[in-house]
Protein backbone atom coordinates (compact mmCIF):
# COMPACT_ATOMS: atom_id res chain seq x y z
CA UNK A 1 0.00 0.00 0.00
CA UNK A 2 1.01 3.43 -1.08
CA UNK A 3 -0.70 6.55 0.80
CA UNK A 4 0.16 10.02 -0.86
CA UNK A 5 -0.33 13.31 0.58
CA UNK A 6 -0.98 16.64 -1.15
CA UNK A 7 -0.20 20.18 0.14
CA UNK A 8 0.31 23.73 -1.17
CA UNK A 9 -2.73 24.63 -2.44
CA UNK A 10 -4.55 27.94 -1.99
CA UNK A 11 -5.55 31.04 -3.74
CA UNK A 12 -3.82 32.96 -5.93
CA UNK A 13 -4.72 36.11 -8.67
CA UNK A 14 -4.11 35.31 -12.32
CA UNK A 15 -0.42 35.78 -13.21
CA UNK A 16 0.88 34.69 -9.71
CA UNK A 17 2.56 31.33 -8.90
CA UNK A 18 2.18 28.19 -6.38
CA UNK A 19 4.21 25.43 -5.37
CA UNK A 20 2.70 21.85 -4.78
CA UNK A 21 4.04 19.07 -3.08
CA UNK A 22 2.92 15.19 -2.67
CA UNK A 23 4.61 12.94 -0.17
CA UNK A 24 4.07 9.21 -0.82
CA UNK A 25 4.91 7.11 1.80
CA UNK A 26 4.39 3.02 2.79
CA UNK A 27 5.34 0.67 0.11
CA UNK A 28 7.02 3.25 -2.37
CA UNK A 29 10.17 1.21 -3.48
CA UNK A 30 8.22 0.25 -6.60
CA UNK A 31 6.80 3.15 -7.76
CA UNK A 32 6.62 3.67 -11.53
CA UNK A 33 5.41 6.72 -12.33
CA UNK A 34 3.98 9.83 -10.14
CA UNK A 35 1.38 12.26 -11.81
CA UNK A 36 -0.66 15.39 -11.00
CA UNK A 37 -4.16 15.36 -11.89
CA UNK A 38 -6.86 18.38 -11.66
CA UNK A 39 -10.63 18.29 -11.90
CA UNK A 40 -12.47 21.50 -12.60
CA UNK A 41 -15.82 22.72 -11.64
CA UNK A 42 -18.44 21.13 -13.87
CA UNK A 43 -15.49 19.10 -15.42
CA UNK A 44 -13.83 15.89 -15.71
CA UNK A 45 -10.68 15.58 -13.78
CA UNK A 46 -8.14 15.43 -16.20
CA UNK A 47 -4.13 14.85 -16.49
CA UNK A 48 -2.09 17.60 -15.73
CA UNK A 49 1.42 15.99 -15.67
CA UNK A 50 3.68 13.33 -14.72
CA UNK A 51 7.36 11.94 -13.76
CA UNK A 52 8.98 8.35 -14.27
CA UNK A 53 10.13 7.90 -11.16
CA UNK A 54 13.20 5.89 -12.43
CA UNK A 55 14.60 8.24 -15.11
CA UNK A 56 12.61 11.43 -14.43
CA UNK A 57 11.16 11.72 -18.09
CA UNK A 58 7.75 14.16 -17.67
CA UNK A 59 5.17 14.58 -19.51
CA UNK A 60 2.97 18.01 -19.77
CA UNK A 61 -0.32 18.56 -20.94
CA UNK A 62 -0.71 21.10 -23.62
CA UNK A 63 -2.43 23.99 -21.96
CA UNK A 64 0.00 24.27 -18.88
CA UNK A 65 3.39 23.70 -21.19
CA UNK A 66 6.07 26.41 -20.21
CA UNK A 67 3.81 26.93 -16.99
CA UNK A 68 4.44 24.51 -14.92
CA UNK A 69 7.03 22.42 -14.18
CA UNK A 70 6.91 18.65 -12.20
CA UNK A 71 9.81 17.26 -10.14
CA UNK A 72 11.36 14.74 -8.37
CA UNK A 73 12.65 14.12 -4.43
CA UNK A 74 13.73 10.51 -5.00
CA UNK A 75 15.64 10.25 -1.71
CA UNK A 76 12.08 11.95 -0.10
CA UNK A 77 9.65 10.00 -2.16
CA UNK A 78 8.25 13.60 -3.16
CA UNK A 79 7.30 15.23 -5.93
CA UNK A 80 6.61 18.93 -6.38
CA UNK A 81 4.65 21.16 -9.01
CA UNK A 82 5.62 24.20 -9.44
CA UNK A 83 2.80 26.55 -11.18
CA UNK A 84 3.67 30.06 -12.87
CA UNK A 85 1.80 32.35 -14.97
CA UNK A 86 -1.52 30.59 -13.48
CA UNK A 87 -4.85 31.28 -15.03
CA UNK A 88 -8.65 31.51 -13.89
CA UNK A 89 -8.78 28.03 -15.96
CA UNK A 90 -6.03 26.67 -13.40
CA UNK A 91 -8.80 26.52 -11.21
CA UNK A 92 -9.48 22.54 -9.74
CA UNK A 93 -8.81 20.30 -7.08
CA UNK A 94 -5.39 18.99 -8.00
CA UNK A 95 -5.26 15.30 -7.16
CA UNK A 96 -1.54 13.85 -6.89
CA UNK A 97 -1.36 9.78 -8.30
CA UNK A 98 0.94 7.30 -7.98
CA UNK A 99 1.22 3.99 -10.26
CA UNK A 100 3.08 0.80 -10.00
CA UNK A 101 3.02 -0.93 -13.37
CA UNK A 102 4.82 -0.27 -16.28
CA UNK A 103 3.06 -0.39 -19.74
CA UNK A 104 0.53 2.50 -19.22
CA UNK A 105 0.60 5.85 -20.56
CA UNK A 106 1.17 8.35 -18.33
CA UNK A 107 -1.92 10.27 -19.13
CA UNK A 108 -4.04 7.39 -18.38
CA UNK A 109 -6.30 7.32 -15.14
CA UNK A 110 -6.27 3.70 -15.20
CA UNK A 111 -2.73 3.10 -14.73
CA UNK A 112 -2.80 5.72 -11.55
CA UNK A 113 -3.45 2.84 -8.47
CA UNK A 114 -2.93 5.12 -5.43
CA UNK A 115 -4.77 8.56 -5.32
CA UNK A 116 -4.48 11.87 -2.59
CA UNK A 117 -7.29 13.44 -1.51
CA UNK A 118 -7.06 16.43 -3.31
CA UNK A 119 -5.99 19.96 -2.56
CA UNK A 120 -8.03 22.93 -4.11
CA UNK A 121 -6.37 25.65 -6.31
CA UNK A 122 -8.05 28.78 -7.12
CA UNK A 123 -7.07 31.79 -9.13
CA UNK A 124 -8.79 34.68 -9.37
CA UNK A 125 -9.03 37.30 -12.16
Known amino acids: QVHVVESGGGLVQAGGSLRLSCAASGRTFNTYRMGWFRRAPGKEREFVTA????????AYTDSVKGRFTISRDYAKNTIHLEMNSLKPEDTAVYYCAAGTRPGYGVGRQDGYDYWGQGTQVTVSS
Open 51 to 58: ITWSSGNT
